[in-house]
């Protein structure tokens, strides 16, 4: 079945710690999103890429990055500059057409201990 | 002001209710509009999507959209506790990028 497969499901960062987030799409999309998630804020853009080694920083770009090398993977890291990188983390793909909505991941929710 | 709205709730209904949820929107450009659904912990699922004005019906859903007003609606008939779950507006114009509502947190009680 078509879809995006995001990892780990849990994830937790020690301070000054860098973490990498996984999300691998067969949908053959080529826009690619990520987004982050806290509790009354909604969804809120961290960045996106709309084909293979091209993105673009979206709102709250600050202490991430991210890679486009292939058209299915759009790794996302949470670097240390990250102050408050404890959220739930969605990463999301749109392939345009008669199709009208992005299809999302299942999440991965990183905690810093 | 925020491209789009939703009154965040919590919603709290009993089991069989008619269930309104509503979005507005700034931009009069916007054309494509969707319902997602989210279980807690869980990404969100597509639920309707709806181009330009008009309804759409799938079973117990109903999606209007009223572009004159910029507002948008999902209604949920004979509403079940697995209808317990945040719902988000979204829309976007032409382009790739998707404007999202806050999320409205919906309680179905049996």
């Known amino acids: 079945d078509g879809g995006i497969t995001q990892s780990p499901k849990y994830l937790f960062r020690k301070e000054g710690q860098n973490v990498t987030l996984s999300c691998e799409q067969n949908?053959?999309?080529?826009?690619m999103y990520w987004y982050r998630q806290d509790p009354g804020q909604g969804l809120r853009l961290i960045y996106y890429?709309?084909?293979?080694?091209?993105?673009q920083k979206g709102d709250i770009a600050e202490g991430y990055s991210v890679s486009r090398e292939k058209k299915e993977s759009f790794p996302l890291t949470v670097t240390s500059a990250q102050k408050n990188p404890t959220a739930f983390y969605l990463c999301?793909?749109?392939?345009?057409?008669?199709?009208?909505?992005?299809?999302f991941g299942s999440g991965t929710r990183l905690t810093v201990v | 002001q925020k491209e789009v709205e939703q009154d965040p709730g919590p919603l709290s209904v009993p089991e069989g209710a008619i269930v309104s949820l509503n979005c507005t929107y700034s931009?009069?450009?916007?054309?494509?509009f969707m319902w997602y659904r989210q279980y807690s912990r869980k990404g969100p699922e597509l639920l309707m999507y709806?181009?330009?004005?008009g309804n759409k019906e799938d079973g117990r859903f109903t999606a209007q959209v009223d572009k004159s007003s910029k507002y948008i609606s999902l209604f949920i008939r004979d509403s079940q506790p697995s209808d317990s779950a945040t719902y988000l507006c979204?829309?976007?114009?032409?382009?790739?990028?998707?404007?999202f509502g806050t999320g409205t947190s919906l309680t179905v009680i049996p």
């Open positions: 999301a793909s749109f392939g345009g057409g008669s199709y009208y909505g992005y299809t």
């Open positions: 949908l053959n999309h080529d826009a």
């Open positions: 890429s709309q084909i293979v080694n091209d993105f």
């Open positions: 931009n009069s450009a916007f054309q494509y």
């Open positions: 709806t181009y330009s004005s």
């Open positions: 979204a829309m976007r114009y032409t382009g790739n990028q998707f404007y």
